[in-house]
């Protein structure tokens, strides 16, 4: 049997995420979909809706879905009430809501997987594997410095650049960790850069990751760009074009010499562990380098807070977490092998 696995990719905010997302999508199994803000939140807030065994209450949450504003749902194309009665009538877990969401998406498309694009996730990988216990992760990294100079042009991007910096430490840090404990078929790496010198060969090695076979439509994503790209997200116009190298290395133009040397200072042993090459820039001052650290620090502060309250919550979770939507996990819940929208997974 084919995998029916889900697919996130992850990474540091400007690392190409959006490219992967692309080759992804252009496999003929595989369907990935524009951003979204409603995984994490209804994460978070999964108390405000009771027990999701519970009918009305998995109507409430997929009504919230399809209808708040917020959650850019209506970027998936897929039907608001025919997603609420697929919860409705599906299994009664957080996990399975949200899923169901990105399942329909896949099922618009014909393809029996569904994956998921945000480079944040790279943080909340604990978190997605308690709602996806069967999910694949692929982490593509680029040279920080590169992923600073891009952070520093957007125009969503309004903190500065210690932040950007921390941002990029931040990404690189927690694939490590997560690189280091799990399973060689959940976690995988790959630079942006090999990616886009040899697309073939990279999106080949990638497809014995996650079990597929390899299509050559991966290389020619922009094809996947008109479909998957929402028009308002002029920063990934490159996604309409070929790929290509010319942004690689374009930092040594972007930043100022104080940035460059902040971040060799502050990035250095990460960039040169992962393969990149240092300029040999001077030191910041011991002003700058205080900056940064404060920075880090109040970030590291404010991350560790939310996940104290987070332990404390899953002491007395109001319903199950785990999706029942693929066949492994329905395998271990000895679910009977139903259409997974059968009132017989209530």
Not at 26 to 53: K, M, Q
Not at 104 to 130: C, E, N, T
Not at 307 to 334: F, I
């Amino acid at each position: 049997m084919q995998s029916d696995r889900p697919v996130f990719v992850i990474g540091c905010p400007r690392s190409g995420t959006t490219m992967l997302q692309l080759m992804l999508h252009s496999h003929p199994r595989i369907a990935v979909p524009p951003e979204t803000r409603f995984l994490i939140p209804a994460y978070y807030h999964r108390r405000v809706y009771g027990d999701l065994r519970e009918v009305g209450a998995r109507r409430e949450l997929a009504e919230w879905i399809a209808k708040d504003r917020t959650t850019k749902f209506r970027d998936l194309g897929v039907d608001g009430a025919e997603f609420v009665e697929h919860v409705a009538n599906g299994p009664g877990s957080l996990g399975s809501v949200i899923g169901t969401a990105f399942r329909d998406y896949a099922d618009k498309y014909g393809k029996a997987r569904w994956g998921d694009k945000r480079p944040s996730y790279v943080k909340q990988i604990d978190l997605l594997l308690r709602l996806f216990p069967d999910a694949q992760f692929i982490h593509l990294i680029r040279d920080g410095r590169d992923c600073v100079a891009s952070l520093k042009e957007m125009p969503w991007y309004t903190l500065d650049v210690n932040h950007a910096v921390a941002t990029w430490a931040e990404a690189i840090d927690f694939g490590r960790r997560h690189a280091r404990r799990l399973p060689a078929d959940t976690y995988y790496e790959l630079r942006y850069e090999d990616l886009t010198a040899d697309p073939e060969g990279e999106l080949k090695r990638l497809c014995v990751f996650l079990d597929e076979d390899f299509d050559p439509a991966m290389c020619s994503p922009r094809e996947a760009a008109s479909v998957a790209v929402p028009p308002h997200k002029v920063w990934h116009s490159n996604t309409h074009t070929e790929v290509n190298q010319k942004k690689v290395g374009s930092w040594a133009e972007r930043l100022e010499p104080w940035e460059i040397a902040l971040c060799e200072q502050m990035l250095g042993e990460r960039l040169t562990s992962l393969g990149y090459t240092l300029s040999g820039a001077p030191r910041v001052t011991a002003k700058q380098q205080l900056t940064y650290h404060r920075t880090a620090q109040r970030r590291k502060a404010s991350r560790l807070r939310r996940e104290l309250r987070d332990r404390v919550n899953r002491l007395r979770e109001p319903s199950p977490v785990a999706a029942l939507l693929t066949s492994e996990q329905r395998a271990l819940a000895d679910v009977p092998r139903a259409s997974a929208q059968s009132p017989e997974y209530v």
